[in-house]
């Protein structure tokens, strides 16, 4: 009877081992189909982009219509098995925080790169460490004169230059109210030209026109033609020829101690009509040089 009744649990006990098995070996397959499909998105995702995801898709109509749209990524459907076809998934937004803090939305817009803040330059397209870079260069001294300049700046790639060069704006320094460390900064100007520039403007009453810098001591063309397209001349107040005292005619450049005695005189003695700087150089009164310099500049008319 003990014996019987042993036989009788054997087939139970291999139905039991037989389902457990089974069990296990769906589960294995299930698992096996699951690693393929992530390796394979894995290096779909790698091979282009390190942040660009790429999905597969076996169904044949969406191969067909996805085909169309990107011919060139469709793929040739291997022998025995369905075909595929990749093309772009959306990104996730964790991808897309993570790429616009790498690479910030660029926008293009004039800025002065002498002035622009680090906030505008992300704006720009710029990274938070090349912004610092160039308020960094500015900080001790640097300065962009020209377009070229920031060209010039190791952060600024080419391409980027190409897209932001219509929207630099570097403003020219007006000499007339320039102070001596806007001056400095022009290059070629130091300290002592600085200081030759202000004293000459005030004597001169104002600039009235850029060439008059080359009428400084020892600043010769050379000098000049280093930053003429850098600078300009608003326009000065008159200079008062024909009603300043002999005292303030005697402080222009272009009038002699003598000469400003001999204008006081011709004033008194001639008639109106003949108050011009050619009726002054006939006279003999201006030497041919302070002539042509008084020529340059802005006077007062007759009153």
């Not at 009877?1 to 139970?12: D, H, Q, V």
């Not at 091979?47 to 990524?73: I, K, Q």
């Not at 260069?137 to 700046?153: I, P």
Request: charged share 25%; with cysteine; net charge positive.
């Amino acid at each position: 009877m003990e014996e019987g009744k042993k036989k009788s649990k054997s087939p139970n006990a291999s139905f039991v081992t037989g389902a457990i098995a089974l069990v296990f070996l769906i589960i294995g397959y299930q698992a096996a189909l699951f690693i393929h499909k992530a390796a394979v998105l894995r290096i779909a995702a790698n091979r282009d982009r390190p942040d660009t995801v790429y999905v597969y898709v076996n169904d044949r109509d969406t191969l067909a219509t996805a085909s169309l749209r990107e011919p060139a990524r469709a793929n040739a459907p291997e022998r025995g098995s369905p075909p595929s076809v990749r093309h772009n998934a959306p990104h996730s937004p964790e991808i897309l925080k993570v790429r616009e803090k790498l690479e910030p939305p660029r926008e293009s817009f004039r800025f002065n790169p002498n002035t622009v803040s680090v906030e505008d330059l992300r704006r720009l397209g710029f990274s938070q460490k090349q912004a610092q870079s160039i308020l960094n260069y500015r900080a001790k001294g640097g300065r962009f004169h020209r377009k070229e300049d920031f060209a010039k700046s190791y952060v600024v790639a080419d391409s980027v230059y190409a897209r932001l060069e219509p929207y630099i704006e570097i403003p020219r320094l007006d000499i007339n109210t320039a102070d001596s460390t806007a001056l400095v900064a022009l290059p070629g100007i130091g300290p002592f030209f600085a200081r030759k520039i202000i004293e000459y403007r005030e004597r001169l009453k104002g600039y009235s026109s850029t060439g008059q810098l080359m009428e400084i001591w020892n600043f010769d063309r050379e000098k000049y033609d280093k930053i003429a397209d850098l600078v300009f001349c608003s326009e000065p107040e008159p200079f008062g020829l024909w009603t300043l005292p002999e005292a303030d005619l005697a402080r222009h450049p272009h009038i002699s101690k003598a000469e400003a005695h001999s204008i006081v005189l011709y004033r008194e003695h001639q008639p109106r009509e003949t108050w011009t700087l050619e009726g002054l150089h006939k006279a003999g009164i201006l030497s041919e040089d302070h002539f042509t310099g008084l020529q340059r500049c802005r006077l007062a008319p007759v009153q």
